[in-house]
Structure formats: structure tokens, C-alpha cells
């Protein structure tokens, strides 16, 4: 195995790809390891966005404080991940920061890199809520061309109150 995409964001999902990762029969060449803004957060309303809607939200958030917090967040986010990743070998580690809707975003950059495999979390959302808001993995799963390995949160996901504490300390909690 050459290359491994690994999507990350600020969920206990995601932080289970640290053990999955690290568990690895034998450790890729190189690791893209990417995170897609999400300027809607996980509003039902941006998940129906088309392109030229999202190209004019974009462009209307271009320097505003709001893409400075979204652009913040990434930043943390991946300087979490690449550390740990960084911890676990000498693995050159290439970060990138997507916007728009993460399957098709996870799709795109998997195929522009040629990574021959993709590693997401799973936050264990309940049938109901995936029924009405879609779930991540499974698209990834079925749109990539190539193959899908799932880390599932010990815990089930990440529960409000630990979306509450923030990423820092969620992490730092482990």
C-alpha cells in the first residue's frame, strides 16, 4: 500500500482512526491526511446545496471572521492528527483542507491523489438520525473506487456534552 487517505474531523469517530491506523499490518508509503469545512455545519439545509450555491456561499464568506474560525478549526484539527501520526513512524504526512460536502470532497481527493486506500471514522449515529440526515461513511463507502476501512468510536460517537467541552479538551481527555 502507497498512499492512505485519512478524513478527519472534531468527532470521537475520528479519533478511533488513531487506533485503526496504528493497528496497520504494515504502514503505508505516505498519508494525506485531509478535513473538509463545513461553513453550514451539519444544518439538512447544506446537504442540499448544489455547486453554484455553494461557489456563492463560499465566495460570501471569503474573509469574513466565520471562514477565519472554520479555517482555525482545520488548522487544529489537522496539527492534532498529523502530531499523532507523526508519533507512530516516519510516514511523510501531506495535509489538505477541502471545502464543501465531505463524501464528494473525500471522493475527490482520494482520487486526485491516487490513494489506494481511505480511512474514516464512524460516530455510531442511530438508525433514525442517519435515516433523516445521511451518514458520511456509508456514502464514502459507496462512491470511492477504492477500498473503505470504517473506525467505529468506542463510545458510540461523540454525545453533546463532549462536543460541549470543544476539540482541546475532547482530545486531551482520551
Not at 478549526?73 to 464543501?100: C, H, M, N
Not at 476501512?149 to 482530545?171: D, F, Q
Request: proline share 3%.
Amino acid at each position: 500500500m502507497k498512499k492512505v487517505l485519512i478524513a478527519v474531523d472534531d468527532t470521537m469517530g475520528s479519533k478511533a482512526i488513531l487506533s485503526v491506523y496504528n493497528n496497520l499490518v504494515r504502514r503505508p508509503e505516505s498519508v494525506v491526511l485531509l478535513h473538509v469545512q463545513r461553513p453550514g455545519g451539519k444544518s439538512l439545509m447544506y446537504e442540499m446545496l448544489g455547486e453554484a450555491e455553494m461557489s456563492t456561499l463560499k465566495e460570501s464568506l471569503e474573509g469574513s471572521e466565520h471562514q477565519a474560525r472554520l479555517d482555525e478549526q482545520a488548522y487544529e484539527i489537522l496539527s492534532f492528527y498529523k502530531k499523532e501520526l507523526e508519533d507512530g513512524g516516519l510516514v511523510p504526512i501531506k495535509t489538505v483542507i477541502r471545502w464543501g460536502h465531505p463524501v464528494d470532497e473525500i471522493v475527490k481527493v482520494a482520487s486526485e491523489e491516487n490513494a489506494d486506500l481511505i480511512i474514516v471514522g464512524c460516530n455510531g449515529k442511530s438508525k433514525l438520525h442517519k435515516l433523516v440526515s445521511g451518514c458520511v461513511t456509508r456514502d464514502v463507502e459507496k462512491s470511492s473506487g477504492v477500498p473503505v476501512l470504517v473506525a467505529k468510536a468506542k463510545t458510540g460517537g461523540c454525545s453533546k456534552g463532549e462536543k460541549a467541552l470543544g476539540l482541546r479538551e475532547a482530545y486531551n481527555a482520551r
